[in-house]
Protein backbone atom coordinates (compact mmCIF):
# COMPACT_ATOMS: atom_id res chain seq x y z
CA UNK A 1 0.00 0.00 0.00
CA UNK A 2 1.53 3.10 -0.88
CA UNK A 3 1.11 5.84 1.41
CA UNK A 4 0.53 9.96 0.20
CA UNK A 5 2.19 12.15 3.30
CA UNK A 6 0.01 15.72 3.12
CA UNK A 7 0.23 19.07 4.81
CA UNK A 8 -3.35 19.21 6.28
CA UNK A 9 -2.35 23.21 7.44
CA UNK A 10 -0.99 26.13 5.52
CA UNK A 11 2.70 24.26 5.36
CA UNK A 12 5.61 23.59 7.79
CA UNK A 13 3.26 20.86 9.64
CA UNK A 14 6.58 18.95 10.12
CA UNK A 15 6.01 16.27 6.91
CA UNK A 16 9.98 16.23 6.56
CA UNK A 17 10.01 14.38 9.76
CA UNK A 18 7.48 12.21 8.55
CA UNK A 19 8.38 11.08 5.88
CA UNK A 20 11.87 10.37 7.52
CA UNK A 21 10.45 8.47 10.09
CA UNK A 22 8.48 6.49 7.16
CA UNK A 23 10.70 6.02 4.27
CA UNK A 24 12.04 2.70 5.92
CA UNK A 25 9.27 0.78 4.85
CA UNK A 26 9.59 2.34 0.87
CA UNK A 27 11.87 1.66 -1.63
CA UNK A 28 10.93 4.80 -3.20
CA UNK A 29 9.85 8.60 -2.39
CA UNK A 30 8.31 10.69 -4.81
CA UNK A 31 7.28 14.31 -5.17
CA UNK A 32 4.83 15.95 -6.60
CA UNK A 33 4.76 19.50 -7.54
CA UNK A 34 5.95 22.79 -5.33
CA UNK A 35 9.71 23.47 -5.75
CA UNK A 36 12.82 24.73 -3.73
CA UNK A 37 9.84 26.89 -1.85
CA UNK A 38 9.59 23.75 0.36
CA UNK A 39 12.05 23.43 3.25
CA UNK A 40 11.64 19.66 4.89
CA UNK A 41 13.48 19.20 8.28
CA UNK A 42 15.04 16.41 9.41
CA UNK A 43 16.57 15.79 12.40
CA UNK A 44 18.68 12.79 13.42
CA UNK A 45 20.35 12.64 16.33
CA UNK A 46 22.80 15.58 15.97
CA UNK A 47 22.48 15.83 12.19
CA UNK A 48 20.03 18.26 10.49
CA UNK A 49 18.90 18.02 6.95
CA UNK A 50 17.02 20.55 5.56
CA UNK A 51 15.52 19.21 2.13
CA UNK A 52 13.99 21.85 -0.43
CA UNK A 53 13.35 19.82 -3.97
CA UNK A 54 14.75 16.62 -3.25
CA UNK A 55 12.19 14.18 -1.55
CA UNK A 56 13.36 13.64 2.30
CA UNK A 57 13.62 10.18 1.76
CA UNK A 58 17.13 10.60 0.19
CA UNK A 59 18.56 10.80 3.48
CA UNK A 60 17.98 6.76 3.34
CA UNK A 61 20.66 4.66 1.44
CA UNK A 62 19.06 2.90 -1.48
CA UNK A 63 16.01 4.45 -1.44
CA UNK A 64 15.36 6.10 -4.85
CA UNK A 65 13.33 9.45 -5.31
CA UNK A 66 11.54 10.90 -7.78
CA UNK A 67 10.80 14.61 -8.64
CA UNK A 68 7.70 14.60 -10.57
CA UNK A 69 6.16 16.65 -13.58
CA UNK A 70 4.35 18.75 -11.36
CA UNK A 71 7.20 20.34 -9.69
CA UNK A 72 8.90 23.18 -10.63
CA UNK A 73 13.05 22.14 -10.85
CA UNK A 74 15.68 25.01 -10.32
CA UNK A 75 18.69 23.28 -11.46
CA UNK A 76 20.95 25.69 -9.52
CA UNK A 77 19.16 25.41 -6.79
CA UNK A 78 19.19 21.27 -6.99
CA UNK A 79 22.50 21.23 -7.78
CA UNK A 80 23.31 23.29 -4.58
CA UNK A 81 20.78 20.89 -2.82
CA UNK A 82 23.39 17.83 -4.02
CA UNK A 83 26.51 19.80 -2.90
CA UNK A 84 24.97 20.57 0.65
CA UNK A 85 24.05 17.06 1.04
CA UNK A 86 27.24 15.07 0.14
CA UNK A 87 29.41 17.88 2.71
CA UNK A 88 27.12 15.95 4.81
CA UNK A 89 27.62 12.74 3.75
CA UNK A 90 24.60 12.12 1.75
CA UNK A 91 24.85 10.94 -1.81
CA UNK A 92 22.55 10.95 -4.23
CA UNK A 93 24.53 8.95 -6.82
CA UNK A 94 22.07 7.53 -9.57
CA UNK A 95 19.04 7.17 -6.77
CA UNK A 96 17.56 10.35 -8.00
CA UNK A 97 14.75 10.61 -11.25
CA UNK A 98 13.98 13.92 -12.26
CA UNK A 99 10.89 13.76 -14.99
CA UNK A 100 11.25 15.24 -18.50
CA UNK A 101 8.29 16.74 -18.10
CA UNK A 102 8.68 19.17 -15.32
CA UNK A 103 8.93 22.77 -15.66
CA UNK A 104 12.12 24.72 -14.97
CA UNK A 105 12.87 27.77 -13.12
CA UNK A 106 15.66 30.09 -14.36
CA UNK A 107 16.65 33.44 -13.39
CA UNK A 108 14.12 35.52 -14.76
CA UNK A 109 11.65 33.74 -13.40
CA UNK A 110 12.77 34.66 -9.62
CA UNK A 111 13.38 38.58 -11.08
CA UNK A 112 9.75 38.65 -12.59
CA UNK A 113 8.64 37.53 -8.80
CA UNK A 114 10.22 40.11 -7.03
CA UNK A 115 8.82 42.86 -9.77
CA UNK A 116 5.46 41.33 -8.86
CA UNK A 117 5.68 41.12 -5.32
CA UNK A 118 6.77 45.28 -5.42
CA UNK A 119 3.86 46.23 -7.74
CA UNK A 120 1.32 44.33 -5.45
CA UNK A 121 2.04 46.78 -2.69
CA UNK A 122 0.45 45.96 0.54
CA UNK A 123 -1.56 43.03 -1.48
CA UNK A 124 1.96 41.13 -1.81
CA UNK A 125 1.62 37.51 -0.96
CA UNK A 126 4.63 37.18 0.68
CA UNK A 127 5.94 34.74 -1.52
CA UNK A 128 9.46 33.07 -1.07
CA UNK A 129 11.01 34.42 -4.14
CA UNK A 130 12.27 31.41 -5.73
CA UNK A 131 10.34 32.16 -9.26
CA UNK A 132 7.94 29.25 -8.41
CA UNK A 133 4.69 31.61 -9.57
CA UNK A 134 6.05 32.53 -12.33
CA UNK A 135 7.30 29.08 -13.54
CA UNK A 136 4.22 27.71 -13.03
CA UNK A 137 2.71 31.08 -14.85
CA UNK A 138 4.39 29.68 -18.23
CA UNK A 139 3.91 26.49 -18.02
CA UNK A 140 0.23 27.13 -17.87
CA UNK A 141 0.69 29.94 -20.62
CA UNK A 142 2.10 27.17 -22.61
CA UNK A 143 5.68 28.92 -22.98
CA UNK A 144 7.34 27.21 -20.40
CA UNK A 145 10.25 25.15 -20.39
CA UNK A 146 10.59 21.82 -19.61
CA UNK A 147 13.58 19.28 -18.02
CA UNK A 148 13.33 17.77 -21.68
CA UNK A 149 13.77 20.69 -23.70
CA UNK A 150 17.08 21.61 -22.00
CA UNK A 151 18.43 18.28 -24.07
CA UNK A 152 17.98 20.61 -27.42
CA UNK A 153 22.02 21.08 -28.28
CA UNK A 154 21.74 23.77 -31.48
CA UNK A 155 22.55 26.90 -31.49
CA UNK A 156 18.88 27.95 -32.62
CA UNK A 157 16.93 25.31 -32.38
CA UNK A 158 13.52 25.27 -30.30
CA UNK A 159 15.38 25.45 -26.57
CA UNK A 160 17.05 28.87 -28.34
CA UNK A 161 13.88 30.28 -29.23
CA UNK A 162 12.19 29.75 -26.09
CA UNK A 163 15.09 31.60 -24.31
CA UNK A 164 15.11 34.20 -26.36
CA UNK A 165 11.42 34.65 -26.18
CA UNK A 166 11.40 34.75 -22.60
CA UNK A 167 14.02 37.13 -22.19
CA UNK A 168 12.60 39.38 -24.27
CA UNK A 169 9.56 39.19 -22.24
CA UNK A 170 11.02 39.75 -19.55
CA UNK A 171 13.67 42.82 -20.46
CA UNK A 172 10.02 44.18 -21.36
CA UNK A 173 8.66 43.67 -18.18
CA UNK A 174 11.48 44.82 -15.98
CA UNK A 175 12.80 47.96 -17.11
CA UNK A 176 17.42 48.90 -16.55
CA UNK A 177 19.43 46.66 -18.16
CA UNK A 178 18.44 43.84 -19.91
CA UNK A 179 19.32 39.90 -19.93
CA UNK A 180 21.10 38.57 -22.79
CA UNK A 181 19.44 35.75 -23.89
CA UNK A 182 22.92 33.92 -25.11
CA UNK A 183 24.40 33.57 -22.14
CA UNK A 184 21.90 32.59 -20.45
CA UNK A 185 21.10 29.76 -23.65
CA UNK A 186 25.45 28.91 -22.39
CA UNK A 187 24.24 28.83 -19.07
CA UNK A 188 21.49 26.56 -19.57
CA UNK A 189 23.82 24.08 -22.12
CA UNK A 190 26.19 23.71 -19.18
CA UNK A 191 23.34 22.22 -16.84
CA UNK A 192 22.00 19.67 -19.24
CA UNK A 193 25.20 17.74 -19.23
CA UNK A 194 25.54 17.80 -15.46
CA UNK A 195 21.14 17.03 -15.28
CA UNK A 196 20.92 14.76 -18.23
CA UNK A 197 21.44 11.65 -15.98
CA UNK A 198 18.98 11.77 -14.07
CA UNK A 199 16.60 12.52 -16.65
CA UNK A 200 13.74 10.05 -17.79
CA UNK A 201 9.86 9.13 -17.85
CA UNK A 202 9.03 9.29 -13.81
CA UNK A 203 5.30 7.85 -14.37
CA UNK A 204 6.61 4.95 -16.75
CA UNK A 205 9.52 4.09 -13.91
CA UNK A 206 7.15 4.59 -10.93
CA UNK A 207 3.95 2.75 -12.89
CA UNK A 208 6.73 -0.37 -13.49
CA UNK A 209 7.76 -0.45 -10.05
CA UNK A 210 4.66 -0.47 -8.13
CA UNK A 211 3.64 -3.10 -10.64
CA UNK A 212 6.56 -5.30 -9.53
CA UNK A 213 5.24 -4.80 -6.16
CA UNK A 214 7.44 -1.74 -4.75
CA UNK A 215 5.65 0.89 -2.44
CA UNK A 216 5.99 3.77 -2.90
CA UNK A 217 5.72 7.17 -0.61
CA UNK A 218 4.33 10.22 -2.06
CA UNK A 219 5.98 13.11 -0.57
CA UNK A 220 3.55 16.47 -0.58
CA UNK A 221 4.93 19.95 -0.09
CA UNK A 222 3.26 23.40 0.84
CA UNK A 223 0.03 22.88 2.15
CA UNK A 224 -4.11 22.30 1.97
CA UNK A 225 -4.47 25.93 2.62
CA UNK A 226 -1.48 26.60 0.37
CA UNK A 227 -3.30 24.88 -2.78
CA UNK A 228 -3.54 26.95 -5.86
CA UNK A 229 -7.42 25.87 -6.35
CA UNK A 230 -8.12 24.74 -2.67
CA UNK A 231 -6.20 27.06 -0.53
CA UNK A 232 -6.51 30.91 0.50
CA UNK A 233 -6.14 32.04 -2.40
CA UNK A 234 -4.60 34.49 -3.77
CA UNK A 235 -2.61 34.33 -0.72
CA UNK A 236 -1.33 30.33 -1.86
CA UNK A 237 1.53 28.91 -3.95
CA UNK A 238 0.96 28.12 -7.49
CA UNK A 239 0.72 24.51 -7.50
CA UNK A 240 -1.90 21.60 -6.21
CA UNK A 241 -0.49 20.79 -2.91
CA UNK A 242 -3.41 18.57 -2.06
CA UNK A 243 -3.69 15.11 -2.60
CA UNK A 244 -5.72 15.15 -6.14
CA UNK A 245 -1.72 17.21 -7.76
CA UNK A 246 -0.24 13.81 -6.73
CA UNK A 247 -2.07 11.94 -9.97
CA UNK A 248 -1.28 15.02 -12.78
CA UNK A 249 1.97 15.41 -10.79
CA UNK A 250 3.44 12.25 -11.08
CA UNK A 251 1.40 10.81 -14.10
CA UNK A 252 -0.08 7.84 -11.68
CA UNK A 253 -3.64 7.45 -11.41
CA UNK A 254 -5.39 7.24 -7.80
CA UNK A 255 -5.68 3.34 -6.97
CA UNK A 256 -1.67 3.76 -6.61
CA UNK A 257 -2.44 5.96 -3.83
CA UNK A 258 -3.12 3.49 -0.46
CA UNK A 259 -3.69 5.90 2.02
CA UNK A 260 -3.48 9.65 2.90
CA UNK A 261 -2.10 10.75 5.79
CA UNK A 262 -2.39 14.62 6.79
CA UNK A 263 0.38 16.09 8.76
CA UNK A 264 -0.62 18.72 11.29
CA UNK A 265 0.60 20.51 14.26
CA UNK A 266 -1.11 20.89 17.34
CA UNK A 267 -1.16 24.58 16.72
CA UNK A 268 -1.35 26.37 13.77
CA UNK A 269 1.48 28.46 11.25
CA UNK A 270 1.40 30.12 8.21
CA UNK A 271 4.37 32.54 6.68
CA UNK A 272 4.05 34.80 4.41
CA UNK A 273 0.30 37.06 3.99
CA UNK A 274 -3.01 35.91 3.95
CA UNK A 275 -5.78 34.89 6.66
CA UNK A 276 -5.10 32.81 9.10
CA UNK A 277 -8.43 33.09 11.97
CA UNK A 278 -6.87 31.12 14.96
CA UNK A 279 -3.82 33.80 15.11
CA UNK A 280 -2.19 34.83 18.28
CA UNK A 281 -0.50 39.05 18.09
CA UNK A 282 0.20 39.30 21.32
CA UNK A 283 3.13 37.40 24.43
CA UNK A 284 0.95 34.18 23.33
CA UNK A 285 1.98 34.00 19.62
CA UNK A 286 5.42 35.34 20.81
CA UNK A 287 5.61 32.10 22.98
CA UNK A 288 4.48 29.94 20.31
CA UNK A 289 6.97 31.36 18.03
CA UNK A 290 9.77 31.11 20.58
CA UNK A 291 9.00 28.08 22.18
CA UNK A 292 8.39 25.77 18.35
CA UNK A 293 11.22 27.74 16.85
CA UNK A 294 8.94 28.76 14.18
CA UNK A 295 10.67 30.34 11.96
CA UNK A 296 11.06 29.33 8.00
CA UNK A 297 13.29 26.24 7.01
CA UNK A 298 13.87 28.24 3.56
CA UNK A 299 13.41 31.57 4.17
CA UNK A 300 14.23 32.23 8.07
CA UNK A 301 11.10 34.13 8.15
CA UNK A 302 9.25 34.06 11.24
CA UNK A 303 6.18 32.38 11.38
CA UNK A 304 2.41 33.66 12.20
CA UNK A 305 1.29 31.69 15.39
CA UNK A 306 -1.88 30.46 16.29
CA UNK A 307 -4.09 28.28 18.22
CA UNK A 308 -5.19 24.20 16.37
CA UNK A 309 -7.85 25.27 13.90
CA UNK A 310 -10.42 22.20 13.53
CA UNK A 311 -12.16 23.83 10.96
CA UNK A 312 -9.33 24.38 8.33
CA UNK A 313 -8.22 20.83 9.21
CA UNK A 314 -11.57 19.32 8.66
CA UNK A 315 -11.54 20.93 5.62
CA UNK A 316 -7.87 19.55 4.96
CA UNK A 317 -9.67 15.94 5.31
CA UNK A 318 -12.36 16.63 2.80
CA UNK A 319 -9.89 18.06 0.09
CA UNK A 320 -7.54 14.76 0.88
CA UNK A 321 -9.66 11.95 1.43
CA UNK A 322 -7.38 12.02 4.78
CA UNK A 323 -7.43 8.55 6.17
CA UNK A 324 -5.31 9.51 9.39
CA UNK A 325 -3.50 12.24 10.87
CA UNK A 326 0.30 12.78 12.18
CA UNK A 327 -0.03 15.61 15.05
CA UNK A 328 3.36 16.80 15.24
CA UNK A 329 4.82 19.54 18.09
CA UNK A 330 2.72 18.96 20.68
CA UNK A 331 5.29 19.21 22.82
CA UNK A 332 5.55 22.69 22.22
CA UNK A 333 2.65 23.04 24.04
CA UNK A 334 3.82 21.80 27.49
CA UNK A 335 3.30 24.04 30.35
CA UNK A 336 0.63 26.06 29.43
CA UNK A 337 -2.38 26.56 32.01
CA UNK A 338 -5.11 26.55 28.68
CA UNK A 339 -5.31 25.51 25.43
CA UNK A 340 -8.24 26.84 23.20
CA UNK A 341 -8.66 24.77 20.21
CA UNK A 342 -11.05 26.03 17.63
CA UNK A 343 -14.00 24.49 16.23
CA UNK A 344 -15.63 27.07 14.57
CA UNK A 345 -15.81 30.11 13.13
CA UNK A 346 -18.27 33.66 14.04
CA UNK A 347 -19.29 35.57 10.82
CA UNK A 348 -21.96 38.06 11.76
CA UNK A 349 -24.60 36.50 13.03
CA UNK A 350 -24.02 32.99 11.78
CA UNK A 351 -21.35 30.05 13.20
CA UNK A 352 -19.92 28.17 10.53
CA UNK A 353 -18.62 25.07 10.90
CA UNK A 354 -17.46 24.69 7.71
CA UNK A 355 -14.12 26.20 5.91
CA UNK A 356 -15.66 29.41 3.80
CA UNK A 357 -15.00 28.84 0.16
CA UNK A 358 -14.76 32.33 -0.28
CA UNK A 359 -11.91 34.73 0.87
CA UNK A 360 -13.58 37.11 1.98
CA UNK A 361 -15.65 35.79 4.20
CA UNK A 362 -13.19 33.84 5.73
CA UNK A 363 -11.54 37.22 6.35
CA UNK A 364 -14.66 38.21 8.57
CA UNK A 365 -14.12 35.04 10.55
CA UNK A 366 -13.82 34.91 14.43
CA UNK A 367 -12.76 31.54 15.87
CA UNK A 368 -14.97 29.86 18.24
CA UNK A 369 -13.38 28.06 21.20
CA UNK A 370 -13.30 25.38 22.83
CA UNK A 371 -10.67 25.58 26.16
CA UNK A 372 -8.85 22.28 27.17
CA UNK A 373 -6.66 22.26 30.55
CA UNK A 374 -2.75 22.16 29.84
CA UNK A 375 -0.44 19.75 31.23
CA UNK A 376 2.29 20.81 33.71
CA UNK A 377 4.29 17.71 33.18
CA UNK A 378 6.76 17.16 29.70
CA UNK A 379 4.95 15.84 26.19
CA UNK A 380 8.44 16.36 24.58
CA UNK A 381 10.76 12.98 23.65
CA UNK A 382 7.59 10.74 25.12
CA UNK A 383 7.26 8.08 22.91
CA UNK A 384 4.49 5.74 24.43
CA UNK A 385 0.52 6.93 24.37
CA UNK A 386 0.18 5.46 27.64
CA UNK A 387 3.01 7.93 29.35
CA UNK A 388 1.57 11.70 28.20
CA UNK A 389 -0.17 13.38 30.70
CA UNK A 390 -3.87 12.97 30.91
CA UNK A 391 -4.81 16.15 30.01
CA UNK A 392 -2.33 15.43 26.58
CA UNK A 393 -4.06 12.26 25.56
CA UNK A 394 -7.49 14.32 26.41
CA UNK A 395 -6.60 17.34 23.70
CA UNK A 396 -5.68 14.72 21.41
CA UNK A 397 -8.86 13.03 21.16
CA UNK A 398 -10.65 16.09 21.20
CA UNK A 399 -8.58 16.81 18.03
CA UNK A 400 -9.37 13.67 16.87
CA UNK A 401 -13.49 14.45 17.62
CA UNK A 402 -13.24 17.79 16.43
CA UNK A 403 -11.39 17.16 13.40
CA UNK A 404 -13.18 13.93 12.44
CA UNK A 405 -10.37 11.35 11.85
CA UNK A 406 -8.04 8.98 13.88
CA UNK A 407 -4.80 9.88 14.62
CA UNK A 408 -2.32 7.44 14.00
CA UNK A 409 1.12 9.52 14.68
CA UNK A 410 1.94 11.86 17.55
CA UNK A 411 5.10 13.09 17.10
CA UNK A 412 6.76 14.40 20.17
CA UNK A 413 9.83 16.36 19.09
CA UNK A 414 12.07 16.73 15.97
CA UNK A 415 13.67 13.63 16.70
CA UNK A 416 13.00 10.74 14.56
CA UNK A 417 12.72 8.88 18.06
CA UNK A 418 10.56 11.09 19.54
CA UNK A 419 7.52 9.72 17.86
CA UNK A 420 4.79 7.85 19.54
CA UNK A 421 2.81 5.57 17.26
CA UNK A 422 -0.67 4.93 17.86
CA UNK A 423 -1.06 0.88 18.36
CA UNK A 424 -3.51 -0.37 15.83
CA UNK A 425 -3.23 3.01 13.78
CA UNK A 426 -3.19 3.41 10.22
CA UNK A 427 0.79 3.77 10.31
CA UNK A 428 0.98 0.96 12.97
CA UNK A 429 -1.05 -1.76 10.04
CA UNK A 430 0.91 -0.21 7.32
CA UNK A 431 4.70 -0.71 9.03
CA UNK A 432 2.95 -4.55 9.79
CA UNK A 433 2.01 -5.16 6.19
CA UNK A 434 4.43 -6.75 4.49
CA UNK A 435 6.07 -4.66 1.01
CA UNK A 436 5.92 -7.26 -1.79
CA UNK A 437 9.25 -6.18 -2.61
CA UNK A 438 12.19 -6.69 -0.17
CA UNK A 439 15.17 -4.01 -0.53
P1 LIG B 1 7.75 20.64 6.80
O1 LIG B 1 7.95 21.72 5.80
O2 LIG B 1 6.33 20.22 6.90
O3 LIG B 1 8.66 19.47 6.58
O4 LIG B 1 8.13 21.25 8.22
P2 LIG B 1 9.41 22.20 8.55
O5 LIG B 1 10.63 21.37 8.54
O6 LIG B 1 9.39 23.41 7.70
O7 LIG B 1 9.02 22.70 10.00
C1 LIG B 1 8.79 21.83 11.03
C2 LIG B 1 9.78 22.14 12.16
O8 LIG B 1 9.36 21.51 13.34
C3 LIG B 1 11.17 21.59 11.88
O9 LIG B 1 12.12 22.45 12.48
C4 LIG B 1 11.18 20.25 12.60
O10 LIG B 1 12.47 19.83 12.99
C5 LIG B 1 10.33 20.56 13.80
N1 LIG B 1 9.54 19.46 14.34
C6 LIG B 1 8.89 18.45 13.68
N2 LIG B 1 8.17 17.70 14.55
C7 LIG B 1 8.39 18.23 15.77
C8 LIG B 1 7.89 17.94 17.08
O11 LIG B 1 7.09 17.03 17.29
N3 LIG B 1 8.30 18.76 18.10
C9 LIG B 1 9.15 19.80 17.90
N4 LIG B 1 9.47 20.55 18.95
N5 LIG B 1 9.63 20.11 16.68
C10 LIG B 1 9.25 19.35 15.64
P1 LIG C 1 6.78 23.39 3.07
O1 LIG C 1 6.82 22.31 2.02
C1 LIG C 1 5.11 27.18 4.36
C2 LIG C 1 4.13 30.11 1.25
C3 LIG C 1 4.94 31.37 1.15
C4 LIG C 1 3.90 32.33 0.65
C5 LIG C 1 3.07 31.47 -0.30
C6 LIG C 1 3.45 31.61 -1.76
O2 LIG C 1 8.07 23.60 3.75
O3 LIG C 1 5.64 23.18 3.99
P2 LIG C 1 5.56 30.80 -3.18
O4 LIG C 1 7.01 31.15 -3.07
O5 LIG C 1 5.29 29.34 -3.05
O6 LIG C 1 4.90 31.40 -4.39
O7 LIG C 1 4.85 31.52 -1.91
O8 LIG C 1 3.29 30.13 0.11
N1 LIG C 1 4.90 28.85 1.20
C7 LIG C 1 5.11 28.05 2.25
N2 LIG C 1 4.77 28.21 3.54
N3 LIG C 1 5.72 26.07 3.96
C8 LIG C 1 6.05 25.88 2.67
O9 LIG C 1 6.56 24.73 2.20
C9 LIG C 1 5.78 26.92 1.75
N4 LIG C 1 5.97 27.08 0.41
C10 LIG C 1 5.41 28.26 0.10
O10 LIG C 1 5.45 31.76 2.40
O11 LIG C 1 3.05 32.72 1.70
MG1 LIG D 1 8.75 23.65 5.68
Known amino acids: MNIAVIGAQWGDEGKGKIVDLLTPHVSIVARYQGGHNAGHTVNVGDAQFILHLLPSGILHPGVRCVIGNGVVVDPDALFAEIETLATQGIEVGDRLLISDKAHVILPYHRELEVLAEARRGDRRIGTTSRGIGPSYEDKVGRRGI ?40 ADVRAVWARLERWVGDASLFLTRAMEAGERVLFEGAQGTLLDIDHGTYPFVSSSNSTVGGLCTGLGVGPRSIGAVLGIAKAYTTRVGRGPLPTELHGTMGDQLRESGREYGASTGRPRRCGWYDAVAVRYAVRINGLDALAITKIDVLDGLDEIPLCTSYR ?93
Not at 161 to 166: L, T, V, W
Not at 384 to 390: G, H, K, M, T
Request: with cysteine; charged share 25%; net charge negative.
Open 146 to 185: RVADLGDTSDDGPLAAAIRENVSARNRAIGGAEADWRALH
Open 347 to 439: HGDEVLTEFPSNGSTLAGCEPVYEVLAGWSSRTAGVRRYEDLPSQAKTYLKRIEAVTGVPIAIVSTGSDRADTILMTGGLIDRWQAEPALFSE
